[in-house]
């Protein structure tokens, strides 16, 4: 990071391999001893032409190159708030094969410096006469459907959130947006009433734009085969007899470029195993499931799981249900929901701003590539020690009871903690990463304990203390487990 005192911004430069020249800026001078607000990103495509990223380059009849903006701020900024209020120049490009309208931050000359001042100075305007913009009267004013954000009209998706009239925690909408980038399989679990579903219908909702991208699904007691998922071949009739989530699972890898939410309500009604373990199985692998082996018949004979599928479970504990296996929880982020209190539900405030970071890489769940390891060692080499020594901990701890965990929840750890800095804007020094190692011991670690009191009572005490002051969600959930062992002798995760 670079701080530039004769034009009063600081410039950070990266370059993303096979995705973009990364160019942040910001006005206030830097700090190691707190997070630095970026105001905006002047990237631009390793090379030709990516609609997608906001900067480019371009070049007038006389051959003066430009550097140009295409007017995407990202979050919770549509670029129809930047064209209204934009002051600076515009100009028309041909843009490949259409004419676009573009901002022209500057002449690529020795005065481009103070061209981009200007820009991230006029930006910074911009947000922030929007962030003192009444929240209820944007929302009456904007029409039609709110669209992920880049993509066209609308709001950031926790003020999406507030409109419809729910409430949920800003870290609940982090974890859960965090967890569906590192892997397409999230569990939520709570009280009925909690939100749960509505979470991710509402999360489907907002990403669908010119047709719907997710599906509800309910899980059948009765759901005792992998059928009720990927359908049969009807062996009287010769036809293939597919379902409404294979369907949807089709329409998905037809539209690979925008996310889509399967839901799967109640999930653990029956034994998840026996109807997800092919899902399972192709999500980890990567091959195809077989759906019928009968070269008469004109249904697909097989089906990859498109990456754009995201799948969300929802979990209900009563006696009428059955508790995950390993196999299950090491393949999943289990969120767990609390009851709100009345008044903390209904006297939340309706203004809250939510989450504070980098809102735009957050809410685009298909954004983050996982990283090999090598890349997670050398971006997170300020805090790499301290998260080795805890996962070591955890590993030795748990390895007595018997519920040691292996190298994918490791390394699926390391990336949400990943994905977590960079949604944080990248600190050189990063003083919160607690808060995230706290959510991934509560999601990925503690899920899988449970049994009688004399296996896991000297376990979850270990547990507490280590966590005490340190990890307070994590600390709190083992405290609830241990005063169950020792109301009912027996303490679960999941309850």
Known sequence: MYWISDLGIWYMYRFVKESRHWNAFGTDKPSTEKSNTIICEINSPPDGIDRRIAGAFARDPHGNGYLIHRGKLGGNYSKRTFEENYQGEWTTVIDGDREEKVVVIGKID????????????????????????????????????????????????????????YYFSPEIVENFLLSLKVKPFV?????????????AQLYG??????????????VGANWTETRHIFGYLNIMTGKYQSTPALDFIMSADKDPDNPHILILDEMNLSHVERYFSDFLSAIESGEPVPLHDDPECDFPSKIKIPENLMVVGTVNVDETTYMFSPKVLDRAN?????????RKYLEGDPHDQGPA????????????????L??????LHMIWDELVEELDFFHETLRGPGFDFGFRVTLEILRFMHAAWIYEKKPARWENWERYMDAQIKQKILPKIHGPERLLRDTLEELRKHCRDRFPESEKKLEEMQNTLKTQRYASFIR
Do not use: C, W
């Not at 100075?121 to 880049?150: C, V, W």
């Not at 569990?187 to 979470?199: A, D, E, F, H, R």
């Not at 289990?334 to 009345?342: M, R, Y």
């Open 110 to 165: 020795e005065t481009l410096p103070e061209k981009i001042r200007d820009f991230v100075y006029e930006i910074s305007r911009i947000k922030a006469m929007k962030a003192d913009f009444n929240l209820e009267e944007n929302f009456k004013k904007e029409t039609g459907l709110y669209q992920h954000p880049g993509r066209g009209k609308g709001t950031g998706f926790y003020q999406y959130l507030q409109l419809r009239g």
């Open 187 to 199: 569990i939520l679990t709570g009280n009925s009433g909690t939100g749960k579903t509505k979470l």
């Open 205 to 218: 909702q907002y990403i669908s734009t010119d047709k719907t991208r997710y599906l509800v699904v309910p």
């Open 334 to 342: 289990t969120i767990e929901f609390e009851t709100l209190k009345p």
């Open 357 to 372: 970071g980098n809102t735009e890489f957050l809410e685009n769940i298909m954004e983050y590539n996982p990283e090999q």
């Open 374 to 379: 090598k890349v997670l060692r050398d971006d």
